[in-house]
């Protein structure tokens, strides 16, 4: 059987969509998280939303490559 997802575009999609989303969350009690002096969770989801972003980027250039797509500029 083969991998669900061997290229990893669509898990770095819904990962990045799953730290946005917590994200807005922590956005929305951010006062509350700066009373409990909690706000490094705020940076770590968008430390996590980031690096998401950058990951689409990267596995969608390394899935043209594997298909034989258009040609990639470094």
């Known amino acids: 059987m083969p991998p669900i997802d061997p290229d990893a575009v669509m898990t770095i999609r819904v990962g990045t969509a799953v730290w946005a989303?917590?994200?807005i969350g922590m956005l929305v009690f951010s006062s509350t998280?700066?009373?409990h002096d909690k706000t490094w969770?705020?940076?770590t989801t968008v430390a996590g939303s980031a690096l998401g972003v950058a990951g689409i980027a990267l596995t969608t250039r390394r899935r043209q490559r594997i298909r034989g797509g258009a040609?990639?500029?470094n």
């Open 41 to 43: 969770w705020l940076w």
């Open 33 to 35: 998280l700066a009373d």
């Open 71 to 73: 040609e990639v500029s």
């Open 21 to 23: 989303l917590s994200l």
